[in-house]
Nanobody, 120 residues
Framework: QLQLVESGGGLVAPGGSLRLSCTAS????????IGWFRQAPGKEREGVTC?????????YYAHSVQGRFTISRDKDKNTVYLQMDSLKHEDTALYYC????????????WGQGTQVTVSS
């Protein structure tokens, strides 16, 4: 069973940056589409971005993060990153990574999440 682990969350001031990591110790992530999702208190979970398994190009970015967030993959480290810049209060959420064996159509494996809090 693929087990995903997120890290890199924390408390950051508005305008600051964080880099989240998503890795797995028991499976290579290269063959999966990897998505980042987030859920703020009282809100539904939303998709943030996704990277495809074939060409490592981002499949999409949510409108709210375009131009500020960047997803990337390091195959040697078996890790997918979410670089978050120019953070805003509304980016505060629990961030999850998830893996899809179907190119992003369905995510079958989820991490436990890492908390990102943007506050002054």
């Amino acid at each position: 069973q693929l087990q995903l682990v997120e890290s890199g969350g924390g408390l950051v001031a508005p305008g600051g940056s964080l880099r989240l990591s998503c890795t797995a110790s028991n499976y290579t992530l290269y063959h999966f589409a990897i998505g980042w999702f987030r859920q703020a208190p009282g809100k539904e979970r939303e998709g943030v971005t996704c990277i495809s398994p074939t060409d490592d190009n981002p499949s999409y970015y949510a409108h709210s993060v375009q131009g500020r967030f960047t997803i990337s993959r390091d195959k040697d480290k078996n890790t997918v990153y979410l670089q978050m810049d120019s953070l805003k209060h509304e980016d505060t959420a629990l961030y999850y990574c998830a893996a899809s064996p179907t190119g992003g159509e369905q995510y079958d494996y989820w991490g436990q999440g890492t908390q990102v809090t943007v506050s002054s």
